[in-house]
């Protein structure tokens, strides 16, 4: 596991450096969009509310930090950026965020629709202050439409979207996704807009980010059956409807995954656990016979498959070409040299408010060999906020003002 902030012999890869971003996000969606963004090497100030700031600094697993306002929900994604707290209800506030906008690139918030508006510090206003403003507003479904001012949560919208009718199985279904689908689902989407918008080459505009219509996008599969062939999704459990023998299948010690999903692979399965006789049965003749009987199929291949680990028939069945996988715990996966060789995860040994080295995530992916990074760990609620208004031009003695009257 890298450390942040350790010396390195070759520049990062920043393909943001120069651009600055407001986040005046909450919780997930928004600040997932912009972690995406600060790893990219955007600059990223945080603006908080004075009253508590980012609602995450109190969620998480450990309530020790929840009470200190560095709770885990909150170093999960804000590491790298800056926080500055703003009281925006303020006259002062709000000529504060106006000249902030004036140096941005790009602003995201994740209010309800018309807050802004209501503040005085809507898209149209800000973006007048700087034409060439990129404002993404993200929010459970669009700035329009019979349920724009509905409040949303990633549960909500899991439910809204179909998302929970087709994951389970018939005895479990309606279920949620373990994790939150829709707001991440959402916050990757702001961050591919955004950076598209920072490519145009007349740059400025408004974009609106709905996180129900970002899951339905990803959806794609399951809605064309049922656009194209008008067939409604069900949901299939561990099973995979579009193909067979592909699922999870119980092994000696735990459940695999097998995608034999080509003819040459599910051959290829047969012959390797012993299993030629369902080869010449012709109920398991053609890919439509194996699907029509895939549970019949599936309890044959486990008469084999039972008598041994997954993680052994994992290793030899990709050795043959056919797809395999153990399934694992996030505890397992984290520790598997296949994260921990690819520079996936950072080490703060420092982390203000915190009384341990910090763990974090890091994005998704590398440019040119090297793993997008931050240097500097989340910040404490306001801890940038003298340096960012000094950068703006105020002066020490209209700051301590400021701070006085709560606009700070």
Known sequence: MATEAAGRETPRPTPLAGTRVLDLTNVLAGPFACHQLVHLGAEVIKVETVSGGDLARNLGADPALSSRGMGISFLAQNAGKASLTLNLKTVRGKEVLKRLARRADVLVENFRPGVMEKLGLGHTILRAENPHLIYCAISGFGQGGPWADRPAYDQIVQGLSGVMSITGDNDSAP????????????????????????????????????????????????????????????????????????????????LLNIAANKDEQWVALAHHLGRDDLLSETQFATRQDRIANRLRLKAELETVLTTRPARDWARELNGIGVPAGAVMSVPEILQHPQITTRDFLARFEQVPGVDRPVDLVRIGAMIDGQRPRVDAPPPRLGADSADILADLGYSTKEVETMRAEGVI
């Not at 129900?212 to 409807?241: F, Q, Y």
Request: charged letters at 10%; a negative charge; aromatic letters at 4%.
């Open 175 to 254: 279920l949620r996704v373990g994790y939150p689908l829709a707001d991440t689902v959402g916050g990757l989407t702001a961050a591919m807009v955004i950076c598209a918008a920072l490519n145009a080459e007349d740059r400025g505009c408004f974009i609106d980010v709905s996180m129900l219509e970002s899951v339905l996008a990803t959806m794609g599969w399951a809605i064309s059956n049922h656009l194209v062939a008008g067939i409604a999704p069900t949901p299939n459990g561990n099973e995979n409807p579009t193909s067979a023998p592909s699922g999870a299948f119980q092994c000696a010690d735990g």
